[in-house]
């Protein structure tokens, strides 16, 4: 089998290299000019079990579960196991999301209040915010580089027999592939148009966050189910803080900050953490990626009149959005399994 991956993101070389280990595969990984702030590079890295979505859960539970157990991803990723805080609102009905959780990773997750979450050293108040919510905190979760997993990868992916990095742009017409494999993140959309292809139901969407110098205290990693808020403790004393964009069908290689992403971000932060001090701005991120309906990672098959007739068969793998690092691996695995 001969396939084309188009995308030199994480999900495209993640995929890449999980087909080139199948006997008789061979793969072409078509990079592309890699901009400096793509989403796999913008993406803030976090790691966890916990999602709302059964199906998005189900892909993260694995994708952990195969992080903690090599060493040789952790090491890749430069893994950082920190721990994370999901809140929800009362009422969620989340004892069956922890069983299924502690199947694989045994003693990881449980129930908590806010206070507990996010409780200081000294016993001092750390969390002003509401106090009804219900908390999923997870011992095993952590942050990574998705940046570095990504080059790792590729670096692996281009040893291995069979494999070929090409850096060129995809176009249109590829010759002698039993598979194209559009893993393009927010040049999705663009690159369906293109070639002449259906682009319903892809979009982009603008991912923006800021990460601060603060001390002496910082918060777990957490997302805020109500509220949008996330963050995470970054390194050198930083912490990462950001909420979703309403921004969407924004350019993929164009990407500029909203100040006011980031001003909502240290408001509701400042609203919730009274022992956060938040000092210099050490960077402000700005990226977009491609979001599908449901936004999970997988392999879709492009069908209809423009494809009839024709080779190779063409599948998208995208729309997972800028979070798609917490289910890349189990993810990739899937789409190689089907399309083998």
């Given at each position: 089998m001969r396939v084309c991956v188009a995308g030199g993101g994480l999900a495209g070389s993640l995929l890449a290299w999980r087909l080139v280990q199948r006997a008789g595969t061979e793969v072409d990984l078509m990079t592309g000019a890699r901009p400096a702030a793509d989403a796999t590079a913008a993406s803030g890295g976090a790691v966890r079990a916990y999602e709302t979505q059964p199906a998005q859960r189900a892909l993260a539970i694995a994708?952990?579960?195969e992080l903690l157990a090599s060493r040789t991803l952790r090491q890749w990723g430069d893994y950082r196991e920190t721990g994370f805080?999901?809140?929800?609102a009362p009422g969620a009905d989340l004892g069956g999301a922890l069983a299924e959780i502690d199947r694989e990773l045994p003693g990881s997750a449980e129930l908590i209040s806010p206070a507990e979450?996010?409780?200081a050293d000294d016993g001092s108040p750390a969390w002003a915010g509401d106090d009804s919510a219900v908390v999923v905190r997870e011992r095993r979760?952590?942050?990574?580089s998705p940046g570095r997993l990504r080059d790792a990868v590729i670096e692996d992916f281009a040893a291995r027999p069979g494999a070929r990095v090409r850096s060129e742009a995809f176009g249109a017409g590829p010759g002698g592939y039993d598979a194209v494999v559009l893993a393009a993140g927010p040049w999705t959309p663009r690159l369906l148009a293109g070639l002449g292809l259906p682009a319903d139901g892809y979009r982009t969407r603008s991912i923006q966050y800021t990460i601060y110098q603060a001390g002496p205290w910082r918060p777990v990693g957490f997302t805020?189910?109500?509220t949008g808020l996330y963050?995470?403790?970054?390194?050198?004393?930083g912490l990462l803080l950001g909420v979703p964009t309403t921004e969407w069908d924004v350019?993929?290689?164009?990407?500029?900050?909203?100040?006011s992403w980031h001003d909502q971000a240290r408001q509701r932060a400042a609203d919730c953490f009274p022992r956060l001090k938040l000092g210099?701005?050490?960077q402000q991120v700005a990226a977009a990626d491609c979001y599908c309906d449901p936004p999970i990672l997988a392999l879709r098959e492009l069908t209809g009149r423009e494809l009839s007739g024709q080779a190779p068969r063409t599948f998208t793998f995208t729309g997972g959005s800028g979070g798609c690092v917490k289910t890349a691996l189990a993810a990739s695995q899937r789409a190689a399994d089907q399309l083998a």
């Open positions: 994708s952990l579960t805080a999901y809140l929800r979450a996010f409780g979760a952590g942050y990574l805020d189910d109500r963050g995470r403790p970054a390194s050198g004393g350019p993929p290689d164009a990407a500029q900050v909203t100040g210099r701005v050490r």
